[in-house]
């Protein structure tokens, strides 16, 4: 609260304060016995291929070392994160990230963050919460990328070959989103939703 007494969680950045400087990240070891667990379980649902939605520098070098031992048996889409506290010189390292793919381990997506998440009261809404007991608040949510920045970023990303992959989650952003996305207006949008089958990547929201 604005009063700054702790309520017992953290949200949004301030959880990967604890990440990075208490909680000691898994080893590679960790990697390469947990991504096999999480591939056995979708297999058992008769899942052959997946996203994952965040593929970190950790977690690439893994899928790789699985993927060159054969023990990736599934189809891999790796999804890097967008740094939002940088800007577009950030794509030149996305790109050169991208080359190090594996049999079945291809990392061509980019994901951005556009706004939080509903639970925690940080997905960006055009209108405010309401408290937990259903009274008025300020609180309309977080947004974390400029709008010119994402209009450019999608642009640049799309022309590098890469599909682009956005969490927007409440209404503010995705109010927003068809006139953003590849310098388009709604209308020019439709029509690529449209023709999507003849594209060789799709961005998604």
Known sequence: PDTGEPTG??????????NEHVVPPPSQTQWEQAIPNGQQHLHSLGITGWQDAWVTPA????????ANSGRLTGRVVGALWWDRHRGLEQIEELS???????????????????????????????????????????????????????????T???????????????????????CITLDTTADDYQIIDVRF???SRVHGV
């Not at 022309?159 to 927003?176: L, P």
């Open 96 to 154: 050169a990230r991208r080359e190090l793919n594996a049999p079945g381990f291809h990392p061509t997506t980019v994901k951005i963050m556009i706004d939080g998440v509903l639970e925690t009261y940080t997905g960006a809404l055009l209108e405010p919460y309401c408290d937990g007991c259903g009274g008025h608040t300020d609180n309309t949510g977080l947004t974390f990328v400029d709008p010119d920045l994402l209009q450019a970023a999608v």
């Open 9 to 18: 969680t953290l949200h949004e950045g301030a959880a990967y304060w604890v």
């Open 59 to 66: 977690t690439q070098s893994a899928y790789r070392s699985l």
């Open 156 to 178: 640049e990303l799309d022309a590098a070959g890469f599909q682009v992959h956005m969490h927007a989650i409440g209404d503010h952003d995705k109010s927003s989103f068809f």
């Open 197 to 199: 089958e003849k594209l």
